[in-house]
């Protein structure tokens, strides 16, 4: 078995301990009126970011109805936002993925559940061992029905926990594809330490909460 200390320091160094200014540009992204994605070929499209987008991608992928999850960043004030940018934690994206589903399959109040049973809640400005304000938790809405569901299951789950659930909400703006090496990361590198020791339990600890919602080759 491979020593999982490299792992630790490189957790370490991707770190950073910034959290997103509140500039004006970032308060503008965040009053901002959401803007809605159409529906194409019957497929619909959700946004969340939730640490580590490697991570959340795998998780999405095994929802049935869930076509595809795709890398990249979302819930900032720059344009065409870079992994090294969005480190810095200046940018105010957050790795988020494009969630594109089938919603006579999965509907958007399911996902939202994959989410919170995906993730620590209670985690701010991170997930395990990767902090920062790029790896906040954020859930994206595109108009007031899907506003609403988020923040009734937020409060249900604060309820619940009897502590504050760290996610953000945001009205949707933008969705920018992250760089091609991030896509489908976790399955074409099964043997990456991060992978083994973060990724792939935490995918199957969501496993063991929602195994309703898998698909067969799960």
Same mark, same amino acid.
């Given at each position: 078995?491979?020593?999982?200390? !490299? @792992? ?15 500039? /004006? ?13 159409? %529906? ?12 580590? @987008? ?8 095994? %929802? ?32 988020? %993925?494009?969630?594109?589903?089938? !919603?006579?399959?999965?509907? @958007? ?9 995906? *993730? ?8 395990? /061992? ?11 809405? *595109? ?38 090496y991030h896509q489908d990361y976790e399955r074409y590198n099964r043997d990456n330490p991060y992978v083994?020791?973060?990724?792939? !339990?935490?995918l199957n600890r969501f496993k063991r909460k929602m195994p309703e919602v898998l698909?067969?080759?799960?």
């Amino acid at each position: 078995m491979k020593s999982i200390f !490299p @792992f630790f320091l490189l957790a370490l160094f991707w770190s950073c301990s910034n959290t997103a200014q509140t500039n /004006p540009e970032q308060l503008a992204v965040i009053n901002a009126d959401p803007i809605e994605v159409p %529906v194409q070929n019957g497929k619909a499209k959700a946004y969340f970011a939730s640490g580590c @987008f490697w991570c959340v991608e795998a998780v999405y992928e095994s %929802v049935i109805g869930v076509d595809e999850a795709i890398s990249g960043y979302a819930g900032g004030h720059t344009k065409n936002p870079t992994y090294e940018a969005s480190n810095t934690g200046r940018t105010g994206h957050a790795e988020a %993925v494009e969630v594109i589903y089938d !919603p006579n399959v999965v509907s @958007f109040s399911t996902l939202v559940d994959v989410y919170f049973a995906s *993730q620590n809640p209670t985690q701010v400005n991170g997930q395990g /061992p990767d902090r920062g304000s790029q790896y906040r938790s954020i859930i994206f809405y *595109q108009n007031q029905e899907q506003k609403d569901i988020i923040l009734k299951k937020k409060a249900a789950l604060q309820k619940q926990l009897d502590e504050p659930v760290a996610a953000e909400v945001y009205p949707f703006q933008k969705f920018w594809v992250a760089e091609d090496y991030h896509q489908d990361y976790e399955r074409y590198n099964r043997d990456n330490p991060y992978v083994q020791n973060v990724s792939i !339990p935490r995918l199957n600890r969501f496993k063991r909460k929602m195994p309703e919602v898998l698909k067969e080759n799960h």
